[in-house]
Antibody, heavy 117, light 112 residues
């Protein structure tokens, strides 16, 4: 089955860190760029970070640059998002998504990150 | 960043009736090769988003032909020819031509 599955979400205090993972199956993982996209409570969707198919180029939204690090392991069909210096504004459901034709052709089910004291 | 503005924000529609959702971008979305990376997504309550349309008018696999996309430049439209109960949810437009990818704020489709 073609799917993406996120994990690692949870409750963290402001200023804390959390690491998310996204595991892929059912497609040739190392041929596709992947993005992290988040959706805050009652909010729309926001691009967070992107990584190309080889993992050589990584991009970040201005709101997370310097605090988040995205990596991928093509041998394990997995991408990671290391998040630090978290604030309440980072509270959201985090989705990983496969990029095809300039859009998100496949989404995971999402993992919830709650930043609260 | 390219701003994507959708209208209406809320769209109540009776089953069997058509529906249209509009999206306007703050910049043209055709790239230097003339390809326009514009997409429509559906997010049903409690679910992840699902892409319906890519490159303006191409339906993703499994998307009913009741859904169609059109437009060019900065103005785009999603049409549902005959709304069904399962179409309830929020619809988003996005662009992938200019970096970073950006989203519209969403249109909530409610079935009357």
């Amino acid at each position: 089955e073609v799917q993406l599955m996120e994990s690692g979400g949870g409750l963290v205090q402001p200023g804390g860190s959390l690491s998310l993972s996204c595991s892929a199956s059912g497609f040739t993982f190392n041929r596709f760029a992947l993005h992290w996209v988040r959706q805050g409570p009652g909010k729309g969707l926001e691009y967070v970070s992107a990584i190309d198919h080889e993992g050589r180029n990584v991009y970040y939204a201005e709101s997370v640059r310097g605090r988040f690090t995205m990596t991928r392991d093509n041998s394990k069909n997995t991408v990671h998002l290391q998040m630090s210096s978290l604030t309440t504004d980072d509270t959201a459901v985090y989705f990983c998504a496969k990029v095809v034709d300039g859009g998100y052709a496949l989404w995971g089910q999402g993992t919830t990150v709650t930043v609260s004291s | 960043d390219v701003v994507m503005t959708q209208s209406p924000v809320y769209l109540p529609v009776s089953p069997g009736q058509p529906a249209s959702i509009f999206c306007r971008s703050s910049e043209g979305l055709a790239d230097r090769d003339g390809v326009t990376f514009f997409n429509w997504y559906q997010q049903r309550p409690g679910q992840s988003p699902r892409r319906l349309i890519y490159k303006i008018s191409n339906r993703d696999s499994g998307v009913p032909d009741r859904f169609s996309g059109s437009g060019s430049g900065t103005d785009f439209t999603l049409r549902i020819s005959s709304v069904e109960a399962g179409d309830a949810g929020v619809y988003f437009c996005t662009q992938g031509t200019h970096w970073p990818y950006t989203f519209g704020q969403g249109t909530k489709l409610e079935i009357k």
